[in-house]
């Protein structure tokens, strides 16, 4: 199976559509993202993906309760957590989701989760720490280090690739 990841989208619509674009090409199973969706019309287009859509929050979100109403529209196929970080269990996996480093590198340590994934500082990075990897997909943003980006990550192999625009 195939997890796409995403974070710190933070509303750059035309960003987002591209990586959409990408992972429908790319078959993935399910898409996460890990927070900083910002606004109510960019959650729509979360909603309105073909491909299933866990998400947490981030510390830039500006009215919660209007993209939690988004996700529970009728048709709506975005699943939002309550907060900046989760225990999400997809396929007979569990993964430890994370808004936040310091939740993520903390989750490894647990022993309980077959990959921890996060976002928030807008860089990517693939560790593997304790046999866990540790992925961070990067920005869909692209305004803190010029690169739009997200992660394909394979639940059978462990394997990442990151695809940037």
């Known amino acids: 199976m195939k997890i796409a990841l995403l974070s710190d989208i933070h509303d750059h619509t035309d960003h987002l559509r591209w990586a959409l674009e990408k992972i429908a090409v790319l078959e993935a199973d399910h898409i996460v ?4 969706i ?3 019309f960019t959650a729509r287009i979360l909603s309105e993906s073909s491909i299933p859509v866990f998400a947490i929050f981030g510390n830039n979100e500006g009215d919660r309760g209007a993209i939690v109403r988004t996700s529970l529209a009728k048709g709506s196929n975005l699943t939002m957590a309550t ?4 225990s999400w269990e997809y396929q007979g996996k569990n993964y430890f989701l994370s808004h936040y480093p310091e939740l993520a590198e903390n989750a490894v ?3 309980v989760y077959d990959a921890v994934f996060y976002g928030h500082t807008h860089k990517k990075r693939y560790e593997v720490i304790e046999g866990v990897p540790v992925i961070n997909p990067g920005e869909i943003a692209g305004v803190v280090t010029g690169i739009v980006s997200f992660a394909l990550f394979d ?3 462990k394997e990442v690739e990151f695809f940037e625009k």
């Open 155 to 157: 639940t059978d192999t």
């Open 109 to 111: 340590s647990k022993g």
């Open 38 to 40: 910002v606004s109510s």
């Open 83 to 86: 907060r900046e970080f989760a």
């Open 33 to 36: 993202c890990l927070g900083d």
